[in-house]
């Protein structure tokens, strides 16, 4: 009785399926698991191909039969013995509703070049010569999926024909079928041209929209210069919808035609790019169309974008030399939009403008830095904000962006991904850009490693490159005072202090143990007592055999410059020679251990 309200509900009575249909859905929508969904797939598909060839099956009820199926296909099932019963329905369907689902169930059934989509093409023949739209719309909906090497040469003369039909409807379908014969199955183009030609000057909006779309999509595939003839035709189709020359059905949320203002604004930047028409008109044109959408919503946001591009695609000289400000200036509340969707159009749009057109703060990465932080938990904006610093990054740049990648970092933490990604660029462009390696350098980098931002292969690698960089002295002016070892050692120092566990780079806690134990005697703010306390108290921490002999050494390192050790120590010892450790490192233990004994 549970079910007896869902049964007579307005959608399911308007539907016309029946409850056997609305049971089978009921199970499958509340299977626990895949096991229990596959037994009732199962069992709902070796009843369906027990019935289904019952002579007496009536065409609603086939209709029936093939929409469960289909929902058994969409969940991957196997429903090849079914593909005949579809093709049956196209042909012998008792009204267009059960035809329709024919077609459908066709489509979706019949993989490329199936032997038995040969047994369709009478029914798609027959259907495109009907004088019943619904009949002619079903065959030209399934001849753009279907694909079969006969189906061609057997329905194109008939879809010609079907694109000078009365109703406009058909006529939309028929060209978005000549455009599959086209492209699919190699019908030359020069035989649908003047079709596709005629499309665009149709009496009806929506006929000639439908054209642009194919449009737009053959002058992206051949030389656009075949038809600078129609430039024209497709300025005027702009034209007309900014002057609101057609019916305001076509309006979506305030904007006329958006999709076809997109197709148009797409088609003449092919032709600008491909240097054809007057630049100087296209800009005027483009401006209007982008004031025409400039305080509008949703597919608005898609024409400005369109607009940009269209814009960057004139010469700038030109561009700048027609207008008093920047074309470009209505993306900037979409670069600090809240909304991750309008900063990615500003982001887009962006990296599209020349950068004469670019204001300081874009050039100076500032503005991309605070971009970075709060697009913090979109990969795809990060990555967007990524390429485009890489077309301006030099030395200051990357120096003025730390404080944003840091933060960052901070924020995203838990997101491993994001971190590598964004902790990987930072330090291959550091190692690209900022040559110099002074002290800023060797605090960034380290404090940087320290997070855990990067995958631990190219720790090794930098924490083996700031190890060559100190013991080595290239440091330019700094070497020597020593500068760059003392800020080497503070930071070392202020990362030891903040490790509470063992989770830290092993790469990275050999480098600060090392940098401590040679280099701990010339900072002026950190005393060795301090440096050895920090040691001995992560040492103890870690669970590493080998990173607590690291830390040991630097230890012992600075017992011998200063003479003195801290409580505790000849305990930590006594426990580790019960540990297994190689012989090697025995031997190191017992070399401090008695030189601590001998003081």
């Not at 065409?59 to 289909?70: A, G, Q, T």
């Not at 038995?116 to 009907?130: E, G």
């Not at 063992?502 to 701990?520: A, D, K, M, R, V």
Request: glycine residues 4%; charged residues 25%.
């Amino acid at each position: 009785m549970t079910f007896l309200p869902s049964y007579f509900n307005s959608e399911f009575l308007a539907s016309g399926l029946s409850n056997e249909f609305y049971d089978f859905i009921t199970q499958i929508t509340h299977a626990k698991n895949k096991e229990e969904e596959g037994h009732h797939v199962t069992h709902e598909l070796s009843h369906l191909s027990s019935i289904m060839g019952s002579p007496d099956i009536s065409s609603s009820k086939m209709r029936d039969y093939l929409i469960r199926l289909m929902h058994c296909y969409m969940l991957g099932y196997d429903i090849d013995f079914s593909v005949i019963y579809a093709i049956m329905a196209t042909q012998s369907g008792e009204n267009e509703y059960d035809r329709r689902v024919g077609y459908l169930a066709c489509i979706l059934f019949l993989r490329k070049d199936h032997e038995m989509t040969i047994m369709l093409i009478n029914t798609l023949q027959r259907d495109l010569k009907s004088q019943n739209d619904l009949d002619q719309c079903a065959a030209l909906n399934a001849i753009c999926y279907i694909e079969h090497p006969d189906l061609s040469d057997n329905v194109i003369d008939l879809v010609l024909k079907a694109a000078e039909f009365p109703k406009q409807i058909v006529r939309k379908k028929a060209i978005a079928a000549l455009y599959h014969l086209h492209h699919q199955s190699n019908v030359p183009f020069e035989r649908i041209e003047s079709t596709l030609r005629r499309a665009l000057e149709d009496k009806d909006s929506s006929v000639v929209f439908s054209a642009l779309s194919i449009w737009r999509l053959v002058l992206n595939e051949t030389n656009a210069t075949q038809y600078e003839d129609l430039l024209p035709v497709f300025s005027s189709v702009l034209r007309q919808i900014l002057e609101k020359k057609i019916h305001k059905s076509f309006a979506y949320h305030g904007v006329l035609a958006p999709w076809a203002q997109m197709d148009c604004l797409c088609i003449l930047t092919i032709y600008q790019k491909a240097s054809i028409g007057s630049p100087k008109e296209v800009y005027h044109l483009t401006m209007d169309c982008l004031n025409s959408a400039e305080k509008k919503v949703d597919a608005a946001y898609a024409i400005v974008l369109e607009c940009i591009q269209l814009l960057s695609s004139i010469d700038s000289l030109l561009v700048s030399s027609l207008s008093d400000e920047s074309p470009f200036h209505i993306i900037d509340s979409y670069l600090t939009a809240s909304n991750h969707n309008l900063k990615y159009l500003g982001l887009k749009s962006m990296s599209m403008i020349d950068h004469t057109f670019w204001k300081k703060r874009w050039l100076d990465g500032s503005l991309l830095g605070a971009a970075l932080e709060t697009s913090y938990n979109d990969d795809t904006l990060i990555s967007l904000i990524l390429v485009i610093l890489d077309t301006i990054l030099d030395r200051d740049i990357l120096f003025n962006l730390s404080s944003n990648v840091l933060t960052t970092l901070f924020k995203c933490h838990d997101l491993k991904d994001t971190c590598h990604l964004i902790g990987s660029w930072y330090i291959n462009k550091l190692d690209t850009h900022y040559v110099d390696h002074d002290s800023w350098f060797i605090e960034t980098t380290m404090t940087l490693l320290f997070g855990n931002y990067i995958k631990e292969d190219m720790m090794a690698s930098q924490c083996r490159l700031l190890k060559s960089l100190i013991a080595e002295e290239m440091l330019g002016e700094e070497s020597d005072n020593h500068a760059l070892r003392e800020k080497a050692v503070d930071t070392a120092f202020t990362l030891l202090k903040k490790c509470h566990s063992n989770h830290h780079s092993p790469s990275l806690l050999q480098l600060i143990f090392w940098i401590l134990g040679e280099y701990g005697h010339l900072s002026d703010k950190q005393s060795q007592i301090d440096i050895m306390g920090e040691i001995q108290r992560l040492v103890v921490l870690l669970d590493d055999d080998y990173l607590q002999i690291h830390g040991l050494q630097a230890i012992k390192k600075c017992i011998l410059r200063k003479k003195v050790w801290l409580s505790g120590l000849k305990g930590i010892l006594r426990e580790y020679k019960k540990s297994a450790l190689p012989e090697k490192q025995l031997v190191r233990l017992r070399s401090l251990f008695i030189s601590i004994r001998d003081m």
